[in-house]
């Protein structure tokens, strides 16, 4: 089984700020992850899929990059919405793994 | 728009059963393999498993083997997550969602449900 792990496990950052998310698999998973933000009490929302392709909807100032075993989740200017925990996805093997998640606070 | 809704909250002891739902909204229902995901108390996502409505074709999560059992009925366009007997460690909330590709096993998930919280507790 694939091993996801995300760093750091908590950001603090003040509003305006540029957040930095990282995600590692212990093999390859190609371009196959997905990023997704969990607010307090609720569903876990797709952000991210191919390791880049925002979701519909999803504001621009969310990015993904990587591929392989290392990737990132840019948040170009934090939003007071964007505070959540968010959590890394690999679909390249079954079965499929979620990362631990990094919470990412207000600074 | 597709919107996946779960039933409603329960509270089990341990040994019962229960049967949790999760239905789907506008077409293509039988089309899209549907996952489940456990969320214990403070914790982080686990992969239960994942069905094809179409097919009941089914694949679980190691930890879950076993444990739960996935079924679907497309007629109702609604997918089911079971168990014969439950401990204190299913407490959780249990989320279905959607695979991002037609007829694809491994993918992403969307959209999700609202989740379903079980509470088993003596």
């Known amino acids: 089984e694939i091993v996801m792990t995300q760093s750091p496990a908590t950001l603090s950052v003040s509003p305006g700020e540029r957040a930095t998310l990282s995600c590692r698999a212990s093999q390859s998973v190609r371009s196959n992850l997905a990023w997704y933000q969990q607010k307090p009490g609720q569903a876990p929302r797709l952000l991210i899929y191919g390791a880049s392709t925002r979701a519909t909807g999803i504001p621009a100032r969310f990015s993904g990059s990587g591929s392989e075993t290392e990737f990132t989740l840019t948040i170009s200017s934090l939003q007071s919405e964007d505070f959540a925990v968010y959590y890394c996805?690999?679909?390249?093997?079954?079965?499929?793994?979620f990362g631990p998640g990094t919470k990412v606070d207000i600074k | 728009e597709v919107h996946l809704v779960q039933s409603g909250a329960e509270v089990k002891k341990p040994g019962e059963s229960l049967k949790i739902s999760c239905t789907g909204s506008g077409d293509s229902f039988t089309k899209y393999w549907i996952g489940w995901v456990r969320q214990m108390p403070g914790k982080g996502l686990e992969w239960v498993g994942i069905i094809n409505p179409g097919d009941s074709d089914t694949r679980h999560g190691a930890s879950f083997q076993g444990r739960v059992t996935m079924s679907a009925d497309k007629s109702i366009s609604t997918v089911y997550l079971q168990w014969s007997s439950l401990k204190a460690s299913d407490t959780g909330m249990y989320y279905c969602?959607?695979?991002?590709?037609?007829?694809?096993?491994?993918?992403?998930?969307?959209?999700w449900g609202q989740g379903t919280l079980v509470t088993v507790s003596s």
């Open positions: 969602a959607r695979h991002g590709i037609a007829t694809d096993p491994y993918n992403w998930l969307d959209p």
């Open positions: 996805h690999q679909y390249n093997n079954w079965p499929p793994v």
